[in-house]
């Protein structure tokens, strides 16, 4: 019996020693993780000053709080805080769990959603468009209406339980991308959404998520898994023809479909490029999607490092669409769809409807952390051709038009109308 308990009180010293250096070993690789996100900002800013942050009182203040944070999230939350001193968008921390959710959480199981896209105007999140056939459509969701709960939780809490930028703009950015995605899920999974119909009556439909219709794409270099999508379709008014080409993302995989898209509607009066709720993606594509529309070569803008410049150039390639251009946009149209309606704007290409885009243009790249998780950091700033800085900013539309909640419950969809509406009148014939 003495055997038996001292071996039992041996094998508790040894757990114990070895959960303390177990937490030892992680507080070391969170303090390794805080110290190279503070020396690649250093060095790797394109602003040697780091935008008038004093970057070494920044880590005299944090550094000891990192090294006495409790877990992983206490970490993240202090590099975060470190992140934001600078004030500047594409400085951000994405953890390893996000990383590793690819286009199936291991089990093979598709990530699926409801159908539906919201907006955040005040503190309410309105139902701005529903996918036809999708499961909100198949249970009576309309545009129009407010999200209120997912899954019992309120949209409040959802929210307040995210990151929340300092930036106003970039905060209600990041409420709808939080809300957004958590009505995501597995393919065949349920949700419980609750609503205000559109008489604001209290409705609750538990929705079996279904196949978004989008390919997941990992481009690996620390990011997450995007679903992309490129549509095309016409809208007929009084004889005319417009063609509306809409893509989530900018990535090579979409560049055919984009390519064929153009080509499709090439004997259209006019083609409007839907960007409304498309984050990004890579800056190459832009020059080549550019060069559909311009019949010699065009600068659209510069990148501005720290040691050099990059231009953002379009050159003709394929056949060259010369007919009216609009380009749609909203408060979620950030980073390279920023740079293109930016660019073609500044050069007088296209004409802008629309919400003021995101602000947030800087080009950035990635780095992966000794924790696991992955660093994304700006290495350059935007200017547009004529020398207009979009960081914080934004491409301002040459027709503003405001997203309203009664043109939703009309099922109106006024930004497109609008621009329609101007493709026509700038068509004096029809393009054949």
């Known amino acids: 019996m003495k055997l038996t308990m001292r071996a039992a009180l041996l094998l508790l010293a040894g757990a114990a020693v070895g959960a303390v250096a177990g937490a030892a070993a992680q507080a070391e690789k969170g303090l390794a993780t805080f110290d190279k996100v503070w020396r690649v900002v250093d060095e790797q800013h394109f602003d040697p000053d780091h935008n008038g942050v004093d970057w070494d009182a920044v880590r005299t203040e944090l550094r000891p709080r990192a090294k006495a944070a409790a877990d992983t999230e206490e970490l993240r939350a202090i590099i975060r805080d470190m992140l934001a001193r600078l004030g500047q968008s594409h400085f951000e921390l994405v953890p390893k769990e996000a990383l590793a959710a690819g286009a199936d959480?291991?089990?093979?199981?598709?990530?699926?959603?409801?159908?539906?896209?919201?907006?955040?105007?005040?503190?309410?999140?309105?139902?701005?468009?529903?996918?036809?056939?999708?499961?909100?459509?198949?249970?009576?969701?309309?545009?129009?209406?407010?999200?209120?709960?997912?899954?019992?939780?309120?949209?409040?809490?959802?929210?307040?339980?995210?990151?929340?930028?300092?930036?106003?703009?970039?905060?209600?950015?990041t409420a709808w991308r939080v809300v957004q995605e958590r009505t995501y899920g597995d393919v065949g999974s349920e949700v419980t959404l609750e609503f205000l119909d559109g008489a604001d009556r209290p409705l609750a439909l538990t929705l079996e998520r279904s196949d978004r219709g989008a390919k997941p794409y990992n481009m690996g270099h620390g990011l997450?898994?995007?679903?992309?999508?490129?549509?095309?379709?016409?809208?007929?008014?009084?004889?005319?023809?417009?063609?509306?080409?809409?893509?989530?993302?900018w990535f090579r995989p979409l560049q055919r479909d984009i390519d064929r898209a153009i080509d499709s509607l090439a004997d259209c009066d006019a083609i409007l490029l839907d960007l409304r709720g498309n984050t990004g993606g890579e800056g190459t594509m832009v020059g080549k999607v550019g060069g559909r529309f311009v019949e010699e070569?065009?600068?659209?803008?510069?990148?501005?490092?720290?040691?050099?410049?990059?231009?953002?150039?379009?050159?003709?390639?394929?056949?060259?669409?010369?007919?009216?251009?609009?380009?749609?946009?909203?408060?979620?149209?950030?980073?390279?769809?920023?740079?293109?309606?930016?660019?073609?704007?500044?050069?007088?290409?296209?004409?802008?409807?629309?919400e003021t885009t995101t602000g947030a243009v800087l080009p950035a790249t990635t780095t992966l952390l000794p924790n696991g998780d992955s660093l994304i950091h700006a290495i350059g700033d935007f200017r547009t051709a004529e020398g207009t800085l979009l960081e914080g900013r934004g491409v301002i539309p040459d027709v503003v038009v405001r997203l309203r909640r009664s043109k939703l419950l009309a099922e109106e969809d006024a930004t497109l109308e609008a621009a329609v509406a101007w493709a026509i009148r700038a068509a004096p014939t029809r393009r054949r």
């Not at 065009?298 to 410049?309: A, D, I």
């Open 297 to 354: 070569k065009t600068q659209l803008g510069v990148q501005k490092m720290r040691r050099t410049e990059m231009f953002y150039v379009a050159r003709p390639r394929g056949t060259t669409y010369d007919g009216p251009l609009a380009i749609l946009v909203d408060e979620i149209t950030g980073s390279t769809s920023e740079v293109f309606t930016g660019g073609m704007q500044s050069v007088g290409r296209a004409r802008v409807f629309g």
């Open 224 to 249: 997450p898994t995007f679903y992309l999508r490129c549509d095309a379709r016409i809208v007929e008014r009084d004889g005319r023809r417009v063609g509306v080409i809409s893509w989530t993302n």
């Open 105 to 173: 959480d291991g089990d093979g199981d598709q990530v699926g959603g409801c159908g539906i896209d919201v907006r955040l105007r005040g503190q309410r999140f309105l139902v701005t468009r529903v996918a036809a056939g999708g499961p909100a459509d198949a249970a009576g969701v309309r545009p129009g209406w407010i999200l209120t709960s997912i899954d019992g939780e309120t949209t409040d809490a959802i929210v307040a339980d995210g990151p929340r930028p300092r930036d106003p703009r970039r905060a209600a950015h």
